[in-house]
Nanobody
């Protein structure tokens, strides 16, 4: 059973930056970040998927602003978020245990953390 813990959330003004971190209890390969805003459906943000090689994915809404990275030696996943916008306000979740097929489907991952809140004010 993989256990994930997110950190790094907080409150910033629009245009600011935050770095989210996720630490796993064991070694994981494919991992991703999802987010959910109040009253909205959960959505995929970014992922690093290992299937015969490493592929990085981003949602269109965060491409060129967010950067996902991974440190296998420490079993950590990070999300560098720049030029934050009010619409980025959400609870951010780290997920792991990719089952295959679609990186942007939450149910395609076996494990997730409790989340870390990101609030961006205008």
């Amino acid at each position: 059973q993989e256990q994930l813990v997110e950190s790094g959330g907080g409150s910033v003004q629009a245009g600011g930056s935050l770095t989210l971190s996720c630490t796993g209890s064991g070694y994981t390969w494919s991992m991703a970040w999802f987010r959910q805003a109040p009253g909205k459906e959960r959505e995929a943000v970014a992922a690093i998927i290992w299937t015969g090689g490493r592929t990085t994915y981003y949602a269109d809404s965060v491409r060129d602003r967010f950067t996902i990275s991974q440190d296998h030696t420490k079993a950590t996943l990070q999300l560098q978020m720049n030029n934050l916008k009010p619409e980025d306000t959400a609870m951010y979740y780290c997920v792991a245990g990719y089952k295959d097929h679609s990186w942007n489907i939450f149910d395609h991952y076996r494990y997730w953390g409790p989340g870390t809140q990101v609030t961006v004010s205008s």
